[in-house]
């Protein structure tokens, strides 16, 4: 599986900057270069065709022959007198070479070409060296053939090479100081998103009323700031109506549940009731009493959304608190025969809590492990104190929670497996519960779970 690289949108941009400036720079750098090139050999091609056309005039007014003797004096003093160190070739009409001035450089014996010119490499000693010659035709009536005339390129070649490297010294210095400007000014550009997303993140469901500073309204980071305080109002508002229905409703279903309870309970202490009767009162007064638990929760809940759930603290020992609910589950355990243990550290552990919430938070953390954990298992209950916190273990045997679970398993009403948690009794609100009342205490809770071992919930409280 391969792994894609995310890059921050401020090194994207500036990535893009560099990709388009390097390209940028490199094509005016090029066109400069080809420019200044073209400009070099335009100008030794009118030297060399000045050179060869005076050779050619010499030879035209002296009206001389095709003999060496004669033509050879004339090459020789036309280069003494020229301000480069030329080489001069002669062909005669049959193409082949006459004579030349540098013995020493290997030419061609025959001239295949007429090109007017070109730049070719010449062999010295077996060394190429980069020459630009000209060929141009004798027309006289005494002598007809072809002067080359050519020149080394060394100093021509030594300032497209200076070229070339104050051209990649100049693009490297430039890039380097635009890199460096560019990221900072991605960052200064980018940095008021960087605020929207830092303080989008501090907004949550119970401080939906925060909004974003909006400073410049008339740029388009401003349009996205006004555009998101809309969207966290719609939602405000929205959260205060779904709190304000569960409120609402759990209120007014609480009185008939009772009512319904109550009366189920009172037909039961009937003893003249029928069978059928009786085991339909049965069900009723079970479905009465989990919507009974049901409403208690979503109450609970909607208190503690709303911040009008009082939390009274108080110093208690956390071991004892641990034993006592424990021992609550010892019926119900022996009848699935599973072990409940409990592992206490041999100092007392003091925290200052709501116990009445922290008994809420055990008592549904044991009884989801009971639930889940098949008959022969085992319910470890740890507890200990590590770096000034308490922690506290509950550790089952039970199938575990699917991986692909595991990431929404403290959502209200999320049920792991649909089919049996109404029929052990679950309503999807325990854990959120759990979870509440962890962070009301400022603690977390986390878990551990692999699939066919069990389930380890850790509670994390700060301790006296």
């Known amino acids: 599986m391969k792994m894609k690289l995310r890059l921050k949108i401020k090194t994207r941009l500036t990535l893009w900057y560099i990709i388009i400036l390097t390209m940028t720079l490199i094509a005016f750098s090029s066109f400069i270069f080809l420019n200044v090139e073209q400009y070099i050999y335009n100008q030794v091609e009118i030297r060399l065709k000045n050179q060869g056309e005076q050779i050619i005039r010499e030879i035209e007014n002296n009206d001389l022959r095709e003999e060496n003797i004669e033509i050879s004096p004339i090459i020789n003093e036309v280069k003494e007198n020229a301000d480069k160190d030329y080489l001069i070739a002669y062909y005669a009409a049959n193409k082949n070479l006459v004579l030349t001035n540098k013995q020493n450089y290997i030419l061609p014996d ?4 007429d090109n ?7 062999e010295n000693d077996n060394i190429d060296e980069d020459w630009a010659l000209i060929t141009l035709p004798i027309t006289s009536q005494s002598t007809s053939g072809w002067i080359r005339v050519a020149e080394r390129l060394d100093s021509e070649e030594k300032i497209l090479d200076k070229l070339i490297l104050i051209s990649i010294l100049g693009i490297s210095i430039f890039l380097i100081a635009a890199i460096t400007g560019g990221y ?3 960052g200064k550009a980018l940095s008021p998103i960087e605020k929207i997303s ?4 501090e907004i949550s469901s119970s401080s939906l009323g925060q909004r974003i500073e909006e400073k410049n309204t008339d740029d388009e980071v401003g349009s996205l700031i006004v555009t998101l305080n809309q969207l966290f109002a719609r939602l405000e508002k929205a959260f205060e109506r779904e709190k304000q229905f569960t409120s609402d409703a759990s209120h007014e279903l609480r009185t008939p549940i009772t009512v319904i309870r109550a009366q189920s309970e009172k037909i039961l202490r009937r003893k003249d009731l029928k069978e059928e009767c009786e085991e339909t009162l049965k069900i009723i007064k079970k479905q009465s009493d989990y919507m009974g638990h049901l409403i208690e929760q979503l109450l609970l809940l909607a208190r503690s959304d709303s911040g009008k759930q009082i939390i009274e603290k108080e110093e208690f020992d956390i071991n004892e608190l641990v034993k006592i609910v424990a021992g609550e589950f010892s019926a119900v355990a022996e009848n699935k025969n599973i072990k409940i243990i409990t592992e206490q550290s041999s100092e007392s552990i003091s925290v200052l809590a709501d116990q009445s919430m922290i008994i809420q938070l ?3 953390l044991i009884d989801n492990a009971i639930k889940y954990t098949p008959k022969g298992g085992e319910v470890k209950i740890i507890t200990e104190k590590n770096d000034g916190n ?3 273990k ?3 045997t039970g199938r575990g929670i699917p991986e692909e679970d595991q990431d929404n398993i403290f959502e209200r009403f999320y049920r792991v497996d649909k089919s049996r948690s109404r029929k052990k009794g679950g309503t999807g609100l325990g854990l959120a519960i759990c979870e509440w009342i962890v962070e009301s205490h400022e603690g977390s809770i986390n878990f551990e779970s692999s699939a066919g071992i069990g389930t380890t919930f850790i509670i994390k409280l700060p301790v006296v």
């Open 390 to 392: 308490l922690i506290i």
């Open 110 to 113: 025959k001239l295949k070409t």
């Open 362 to 364: 055990l008592l549904n």
């Open 184 to 186: 900072f000014l991605a």
């Open 198 to 201: 830092t303080t989008a993140r």
């Open 394 to 396: 509950i550790k089952d």
């Open 116 to 122: 007017i010119f070109s730049v070719i490499k010449l």
